[in-house]
């Protein structure tokens, strides 16, 4: 199949990009001779236009995606930075291993894991999944080849974690799994009316439960303000579920861009009114498979079309602690205010567990990730708005979900980018960092 | 089972091994290129192979190909299955300019193949029983002019692997070709992409399955089997004139 080379956001679209294949990590191309920037990219993942290099190349890096060594005693993974998240699922699980954490799809590199420095529903245990790996080999465009973990080139590595894929081609990682019980989940899930709720609820859930998150409804105001349903879970000791196995579920593919009213006002309340009539406040126990658990959204492949030909926009920041209740509830004020409808609102607590990456996004905090259609200026208005809320209480926006933010919004999330710019290879680049530094406009 | 890849570097063949490996199967992969060899085998290991033995040979020398047979021979203990995979594209532009560069490409997609070929077919005969498989093109349907050096040299190896088909048929050994369309490999990492294009890792499962079902012929993505019937029966008053 043809790849697209865009991001998952479909916005904005890239123009003028070349890709170059990488096949075998004995043989990466020269990246001297390749004319303009170089980026890498996996699976597209990212949102916004962090995985973008327009007027660039782009370094496909997924048919890198062999194993080199696993341990299974140990349960120490090393292979090559294009292997997918959901192949490695398949090998590990059944020898009873898992993800050190995932993000909310399977369909990620172990690159684009480590450049973004990916978060899960453990992070409130487990920290981020650079906190795991424990070396990679980085390419850099002087043809250099340098291992980097904690204790060899400790800069680089920390400058990597996180690094956006702007410190150079990682070849190859080695990180730590998790041993699990089984492929199942105990899944619990908690129907709460408010936001004050959520904070209660995630308070007693994160001392004993290894996964949790929340949906939320942004459509209502009013006293609905912030409902949702909380979901937590633990691994199962199962090893298969007692009446029947779990059958392989055959995915649905959206096989063309849904008109722009599809998505609509009605169409989401409806959704919410359905999703949300669980009886308030009783728990309810299941017992599911680790795939509709961590990875719900993958059930419909190339979901994002539901968006249509527009594309649509991200919106992840964190709160710190000190102000988190009253910004989630002055940012879903605005929102239910604005009549911007978003389909998807994920609500988790961050953890304290430090990151070694210079620039990760996740810090001890509250984070909400929405989505919004793109409807141009207005869409734009809303986020700007929103931006300002972040800002005033020394929040943060997450570079994979961004496709707008401005310089001043990327410095006051990440201060210290200029200490990480000097590890930037200077082949490296993307249309993200260009933008967010204010080189777009010199056209460097 | 006691499998042996020749080209095991292929990025398709690559795709076939990792299925036999998922299966505990023991292996035996040959390729020129030690370094990819070793990153290849390492992948088949973890991946649970019962055992993986490599060996380095460029396949254009003749010369290696009965010695290469016999070692898969005694590490395996026996081969019960054989993939061959090996292939150069090469650029028929430049290539219909000399005649040596013509007979190069021939040589090795078609020559090196008719020895490894005919050295297996006599290894199965004795056996009786086995599956010996090789990767086609359905560019080895017609020649065109684009492109009927390598093509030419593709339906040499599908008319050679017809006849040991039949012969071997007697004593019960399965002889499949393989007759892939377009695949997102390195072979084709110039070419613009598509969505005539298959992945590898698609392909590989389905050689993989017509190898233990036994298949004949092999039509990867299966659409081709139709475009090529199509394209087989144009008639050459028309077929000369187009541009293919
Ligand atoms: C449905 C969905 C849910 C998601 N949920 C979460 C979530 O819960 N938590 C979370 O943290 N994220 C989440 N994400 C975002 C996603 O996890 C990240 O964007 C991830 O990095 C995408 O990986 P990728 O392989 O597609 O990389 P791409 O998007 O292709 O690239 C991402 C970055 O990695 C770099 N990169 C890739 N490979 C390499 C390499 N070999 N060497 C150097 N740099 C490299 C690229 O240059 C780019 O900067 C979600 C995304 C989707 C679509
Ligand atoms: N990709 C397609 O669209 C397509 C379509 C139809 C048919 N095919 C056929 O599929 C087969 C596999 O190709 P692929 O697509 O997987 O491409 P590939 O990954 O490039 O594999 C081709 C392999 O042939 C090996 N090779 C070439 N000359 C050799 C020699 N003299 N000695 C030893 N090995 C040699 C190469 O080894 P090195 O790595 O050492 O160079 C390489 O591993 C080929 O027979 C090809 O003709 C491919």
Redesign the interface.
Known sequence: ???SYQSWGNYPKARNQRVI?V????APPDLQAIDGSVLAYGYGRSYGDSCLNENGTLLDIT?LN?????DAERGLIRCESGVLFADLLQ?IVPRGWFLPTTPGTKYVSVGGAIANDVHGKNHHVAGTFGGHVTRFELLRSDGSRLICSPTENAELFRATIGGLGLTGLILWAEFKLRRIPGPYIAQEKIRFGNIDEFFAISEDSDKEYEYTVAWVDCVSGGDKLGRGIFIRGNNAWLARLPDKSAAPRTLLTMPFDLPPFALNLLTVRAFNEVYYRAPLGKVQHKIVPYDPFFYPLDVIDDWNRLYGKAGFLQYQFVVPRAHDRSAIKEILRQISASGVVSFLAVLKVFGDVESPGMLSFPRPGVTLALDFPYRGAPTLRLLDRLDQIVRECGGALYPAKDARMSPQMFEASFPNWRAFSQYVDPKFSSSFWRRVTGQAQSGK | MRVMIISATSAIAHEVSRCFAADRAALFLVARNAERLAAAADDLRVLGAAKVETYVADLADLSTHAALIEAARQALGGIDAVLIAHGVLGDQKTAQQSVSATLELFHINAISYISLITLLANHFEAQRQGCLAVIGSVAGERGRGSNYIYGAAKGAVAIFMSGVRNRLAKVGVSVLTVKLGLVNTPMTAHMKKNALFAEPAQVGKRIYAAMLRGEDILYVPSFWMWIMLVIRNIPERIFKRLNL
């Open positions: 199949m043809g790849r294949p096949h075998w990590r004995d048919p062999r194993y080199i060594a696993f090998f």
